[in-house]
């Protein structure tokens, strides 16, 4: 089995991705007005019986090789609202690419 190398991003850190923290989460929820981000998308984050729908997805990949990765950033900027947005799946699971904690990756543009 080959050996797994770790990555490092440009503040040596071993590049890793963390879950968004709850105060982040809150952040999202509430500037999302429990909409979609994705434009012309009216789709609710919630539904009626208060679950959510939804996925948290990057704009910046939080690991090397993903859509958009920035090396400059730390692993707590991956997990900060600026490079964090809501949608709404099925609708765009197509387009993304699942995270370890249940979270997406963005590939839009």
């Not at 080959?2 to 952040?27: C, F, M, Q, W, Y």
Request: hydrophobic content about 35%; proline content about 6%.
């Amino acid at each position: 089995m080959a050996k797994k190398t770790n990555k490092i991003n440009a503040h040596g850190e071993i590049v890793k991705r963390l879950a968004p923290t709850s105060d982040t989460l809150r952040t999202l929820f509430l500037h999302s007005g429990n909409l979609c981000a994705f434009p012309d998308c009216s789709r609710l984050m919630m539904n009626a019986a208060g679950i959510f729908v939804g996925q948290v997805c990057h704009i910046e990949a939080a690991d090397v090789g993903g859509e958009r990765f920035n090396e400059n950033n730390t692993n707590e900027d991956n997990r900060k609202p600026a490079n964090l947005i809501v949608n709404r799946r099925p609708k765009f699971t197509p387009y993304l690419e699942c995270a370890p904690w249940g979270g997406q990756i963005g590939k839009w543009n």
